[in-house]
């Protein structure tokens, strides 16, 4: 086996499995149980990222929202024309997620058309160049990026199953 098919097997095994089946995975906040049991049975997921948006303002607002209610601010980074992103929004708007991402986070969503629109955010935080989307980056109350390297885990959304994707949101709520 060549090292890339090697490389690809093992990334494959990582995004297949449950965040919650890695080594040394520990979870600051117990996920919700996803009644959603595959992407397939997944209504038609949305298109969350508003075009027209001033993110600027938009991330601005959801800070000062997430500081005032001690919650975590999770900037999700994409554009609609992603499959990956729009499973994403779906899965978190599922009543049974949604409830629960609610209560830790300040979700925002930021458009960046074909990366080339409000790349300024993330290179705020040193993210100088998206490696695909849906990224994110999880916030907390200070302004202090907590999920340092773990930008572009649900950049394979698709692929992976609903309770996966919750799993990776609960690695940083408390």
Known sequence: MTSRLLAASFAALLIAAPVSALPGSAFAAKAPTVALKSL???PTPPYPYDE????????????KRAKKAHKLTLIDFGGNWCGDCRVFAGVIEQPDVKAWVDKHYEVVTVNVGRYDKNMQIPARYGLDKLKGVPSFLVVDAKGKLVNDGAFFALTDARHMTPQSIVDWLAQWPK
């Open 52 to 63: 027209k948006a001033d993110a600027e303002a938009d991330v601005a607002a959801a800070l």
């Open 40 to 42: 397939a049975d997944l």
